[in-house]
């Protein structure tokens, strides 16, 4: 059984509630880019192209392009930008800039009232993970793992524009194909007789996921399918990460996991991979393990609703993800 021999640590107990889906984004619809972490910089204009290709209407926060430091702008400034976008009933759509570092330096002031009175569409990825989940745990709101407003054509061509379109303008299912040519693709992992297992799919960056431990940002995956990726981290380190989310009891009533991509994994000469530590890590939980997918750091990356209803597929080597939007 998953994590049969885990003790949970005390104060992480799952918790449930039925996810909110935002409505689908429609032409004409405003969409506020904002920073609550690194500066933008010259790439959002590419990304406001994309998004006004789709009819959308863009705006900027106030601070976008702010330095202070490495931040876009203080800690204050930044948290007022993302606080106005999600208390502007004509915003539709809060799209993070970039990511880096400094979310967690604000996310605590997130004016959680205003998430709940008026759902709306939140996409970002990499150190906005922490916002994904305090989106989860204060409004079981469903939000949207994918690229960030600072675009890169060689890294998000076509089809992630397409993805990133279908995922928040349509209520089309969403299906991920597990790409052979990922190095996480290795792990694989059957899990029990069918391979399949079914829940809400949660997780982000692994790095963000566990320095969200025992702040109130880490979701609870009991009956979820765990997602994770990162980019630049050695084969050890996903190790020592895995390691303490099963120490405190997060994966122990998982119900699959799933994974995105290892992106910049450096291998020492004579180690394991990256591939190889997490299959150490995950093969004795007893769930089904799908990797290989077009999620994160690495080239190709497609857009997934967090919270929402998902089922991994080891035979098919599928992730489907019903939509997130409504």
């Not at 949970?8 to 920073?35: E, F, H, M, S």
């Not at 203080?74 to 809060?94: H, I, K, Q, Y």
């Not at 400094?102 to 150190?127: C, E, M, N, W, Y």
Request: net charge negative; charged share 20%; glycine share 14%.
């Amino acid at each position: 059984m998953a994590g049969s021999a885990l003790g949970a640590a005390p104060g992480y107990a799952a918790a449930g509630g039925r996810a909110v889906r935002p409505p689908a984004l429609k032409p004409g619809d405003r969409v506020r880019i904002v920073a609550p972490a690194y500066p933008g910089d010259a790439r959002l204009d590419r990304g406001t192209e994309i998004l006004e290709s789709f009819g959308l209407v863009v705006e900027l926060g106030d601070h976008v392009y702010d330095t202070h430091g490495y931040l876009a702008g203080t800690d204050a400034d930044r948290l007022a930008d993302l606080n106005a976008a999600f208390r502007d009933p004509g915003v539709r759509c809060v799209f993070g800039a970039r990511g880096g570092y400094g979310t967690q330096r604000i996310i605590d002031g997130l004016d959680v009232k205003a998430v709940r009175r008026d759902p709306k569409v939140f996409i970002g990825f990499s150190d906005l993970t922490v916002l994904h989940g305090k989106l989860w745990r204060s409004a079981r709101l469903v939000s949207f793992y994918g690229p960030l407003a600072t675009w890169t054509d060689s890294r998000t061509g076509p089809t992630s524009i397409e993805s990133m379109r279908a995922a928040l303008m349509t209520t089309d299912p969403i299906v991920l194909h597990r790409d052979p040519a990922e190095p996480s693709s290795a792990v694989t992992i059957k899990g029990n007789a069918t391979g399949i297992a079914s829940g809400p799919l949660l997780g982000g960056n692994l790095t963000m996921l566990d320095e969200s431990v025992s702040t109130g940002d880490l979701p609870h995956f009991d009956g979820a399918i765990f997602l994770f990726e990162d980019t630049g981290e050695a084969p050890y380190s996903y190790d020592r990460m895995l390691t303490h989310l099963r120490r405190i009891g997060a994966l122990k009533r998982i119900a699959g996991v799933a994974i995105g991509q290892f992106n910049a994994a450096s291998v020492p000469a004579g180690q394991e991979t990256a591939a190889q530590a997490v299959t150490d890590r995950l093969a004795d939980l007893g769930v089904p393990v799908l990797g290989g997918l077009l999620v994160g750091h690495g080239n190709g990356q497609l857009t997934v609703p967090l919270g929402a209803h998902a089922t991994i597929d080891t035979t098919a080597g599928t992730l489907t993800i019903d939509p997130g939007v409504r």
